[in-house]
């Protein structure tokens, strides 16, 4: 079993900057693509950014630009840098990891809350 958590979530005003983390139970060379999701108030949860265990990177059209994933594997642990925030990127940010075995997104953390304001 994977566990994960988020941590670095808060308030910003638009156009601020803010870094998620999120630290898994096992060392990250044992997981394949982790990512961040998010789900803002009434919508529906949506992918934000993935990086694989050799560090390729991709971003959802929203993120591009203005988002950041990066990952250590040495500590279990993947950053989300946003910078640009906007008031529609209010939302509960979640780290996710995919399953080895059916390459399907698996493990979910408790997720962190992010509030831009204008």
């Known amino acids: 079993q994977v566990h994960l958590v988020e941590s670095g979530g808060g308030l910003v005003q638009a156009g601020g900057s803010l870094s998620l983390s999120c630290v898994a139970s096992v060392s990250g060379s044992r997981l394949r693509t982790m990512g961040w999701h998010r789900q803002g108030p009434g919508l529906l949860r949506e992918w934000v950014a993935g990086?694989?265990?050799?560090?390729?990177?991709n971003y959802a059209d929203f993120a591009k630009g203005r988002f950041t994933i990066s990952r250590d594997n040495a500590k279990g642990t993947i950053y989300l840098q946003l910078n640009g925030l906007k008031v529609e990127d209010t939302a509960v940010y979640y780290c996710?990891?995919?399953?080895?075995?059916?390459?399907?997104?698996?493990?979910w953390g408790q997720g962190t809350q992010v509030t831009v304001s204008s």
């Open positions: 996710a990891a995919v399953s080895n075995e059916t390459g399907l997104w698996h493990y």
């Open positions: 990086i694989t265990k050799g560090g390729v990177t």
